[in-house]
T-cell receptor, first 110, second 114 residues
């Protein structure tokens, strides 16, 4: 069964640095998402992407965040200047109906 | 606005007990989708079930069953004869449209003790 993959599995960065989290969605899926989960808390929606543009975004997804589908297979989330409170697990998902989640990238900002 | 409530923060049961996880949702739409996901200690989100608002038929899959009741806006999940491997955080989620983002409930941490 096809899977959503994410790299890296764990990223440690210093406050103020830029990070790019990478995802490879399932190839025939049309909708792509990023969610985050701060440790021990619920899963929160960040952004959805369809037809090469953002279709919806949450209040969390401010100007520090951006998404891109640079080459038709990868789907990236960039955080321009990381803050301590960006430390979380970031999940990518893709769907053609029911979203399938990747294994997540744990981001630690020190 | 959509909202999902899972009133049980943590549940502990002894192996082989049955356990029901509650989920109550709010939405203004007449068409919507409900989901359950399992998050084991390894951290990934594992899809368990999707139900659309027009299908109130209850579903059973092995030891898992789901009870969808539109009248009470609930979509409860029962594990029969629980096992230690069922220990995880379980999330209920709601989507108001096909392909749209969805809102997760806060999750219920289930611990099944041997």
């Amino acid at each position: 069964e096809p899977e959503v993959t994410q790299t890296p599995s764990h990223q440690v960065t210093q406050m103020g640095q830029e990070v790019i989290l990478r995802c490879v969605p399932i190839s025939n899926h049309l909708y792509f998402y990023w969610y985050r989960q701060i440790l021990g808390q619920k899963v929160e929606f960040l952004v959805s992407f369809y037809n090469n543009e953002i279709s919806e975004k949450s209040e969390i997804f401010d100007d520090q965040f951006s998404v891109e589908r640079p080459d038709g297979s990868n789907f990236t989330l960039k955080i321009r200047s990381t803050k301590l409170e960006d430390s979380a697990m970031y999940f990518c998902a893709s769907s053609y109906g029911t979203p399938k989640f990747g294994p997540g990238t744990r981001l630690t900002v020190t | 606005a959509q909202k999902v409530t899972q009133a049980q923060t943590e549940i502990s049961v002894v192996e082989k007990e049955d356990v029901t996880l509650d989920c109550v949702y709010e939405t203004r739409d007449t068409t919507y989708y409900l989901f359950w996901y399992k998050q084991p200690p390894s951290g990934e989100l594992v899809f368990l079930i999707r139900r659309n608002s027009f299908d109130e038929q209850n579903e059973i899959s092995g030891r898992y069953s789901w009870n969808f009741q539109k009248s009470t806006s609930s979509f409860n999940f029962t594990i029969t004869a629980s096992q230690v491997v069922d220990s995880a955080v379980y999330f209920c989620a709601l989507s108001e449209d096909y392909g749209q983002n969805f809102v997760f409930g806060p999750g219920t941490r289930l611990s099944v003790l041997p």
